[in-house]
């Protein structure tokens, strides 16, 4: 949905003349970068990027690829990990300090599924060669915990809506975002594990299709991002056509 000009007007009334006309300029051209602005303005493209990040900052603009920013019109993808979450979090911390952690509840793809499923799996992710020590770590505090689970063990012994853990392998440069403390996964990096990882596959088919619709009718999507993790779980090909068939 677009936003009309007096609205983003009234909203950035505060900010200064200069601050407005680039809001204006994004507004006009539905993006803007520090060249076009540059170009505009007559100023140093240095300068040109100060302004976009403080504006980025503000969250009145957001950054839609590299170096090119929309106005903010959509949501922002939001998550508040669970209690027991956040304890597994800081006790493996705890445990293995120098290991690398992303856990998130199965709750986390409740706003972008549109056949809303039960989900109440603790996801832990892992550097790879932590995965078997972690998993054995969790057999001694918790019950019904799994490692790196295929299609077939999920649907024939697996049920998501009881308590369980499914520990796996966190791949490098994976897409996070910390909150209240603890490392959880990005929209982005969400919407590539769905389609890659085998404990996902109740969501394939159909469902994958209108998670991508939902996700970016609603989410700001930092596409190139979600590209650059695409590439590098080498399902690219795949992500850009649900991309191609959700606008």
Known sequence: MRVRTADLLNAIQPYSTNWRKILEIAQTHNMVNAELLATVYGIKPIT???????LAKDNLLVRIGQGVYAIAQKQTFTYKPSELAKEIFLKMKSELPFTDFCVYDGSIL???????SINHAIYVETN????????????????????RPNATLMYDYIDLRENCIIVKTLVTESPLMEVDGIKVPTLEKLL?????????????????????????????INTQRLMRYAKRRSISKEIQELINLSK
């Open 48 to 54: 040109a990027r100060q302004y976009l990040s403080a």
């Open 110 to 116: 409740s706003p972008i599924q549109h056949h809303l």
């Open 128 to 147: 790879r060669d932590a995965v078997e020590s972690v998993f054995n770590r969790l057999k001694e505090f918790y019950k019904n915990v799994y490692k």
């Open 192 to 220: 590539v594990d769905t389609q890659k990882d085998a404990d996902f596959d109740y969501l394939h088919g159909s469902e994958s299709l209108n998670m991508y619709q939902l996700a970016f009718e609603q989410y700001s």
